[in-house]
């Protein structure tokens, strides 16, 4: 399996825009697609956006379609979720998921392994 490991989350105001990084290390990083998912408090995980292996496809929520980009480096085993825009409502723990996959993956259960998280608060 690979591990990964997210950074990046902070407390930012309504409006800005946020980085968060996530680290791969251990299997072939390009064997996988990679995802970002995230939970709020009292809510169930859920999907924000998704790349494929090799970074030709993403997908996202409609939520934040638009306002956030995935991208992935596989050269140095990094996955990224740029957020701009932010709003109140994107408050919530983000994590770094691998799925062993070529497809595009939307929901968790395709995930082999997930980070620890990472914390982002979006204030009004």
């Known amino acids: 399996q690979v591990q990964l490991v997210e950074s990046g989350g902070r407390l930012v105001q309504a409006g800005g825009s946020l980085r968060l990084s996530c680290a791969a290390s251990g299997r072939t990083f390009s064997n996988y697609a990679m995802g970002w998912f995230r939970q709020a408090p009292g809510k169930d995980r859920e999907f924000v956006a998704t790349?494929?292996?090799?970074?030709?496809?993403?997908y996202y929520a409609d939520s934040v379609k638009g306002r956030f980009t995935i991208s992935r480096d596989n050269a140095n085993n990094m996955v990224y979720l740029q957020m701009n825009s932010l709003k109140p409502e994107d408050t919530a723990v983000y994590y770094c998921?691998?799925?062993?996959?070529?497809?595009?993956?939307?929901?968790?259960?395709?995930?082999?392994?997930w980070g620890q998280g990472t914390q982002v608060t979006v204030s009004s």
């Open positions: 790349i494929t292996w090799g970074g030709g496809r993403t």
């Open positions: 998921g691998a799925a062993p996959t070529r497809a595009l993956p939307t929901t968790g259960r395709l995930f082999e392994t």
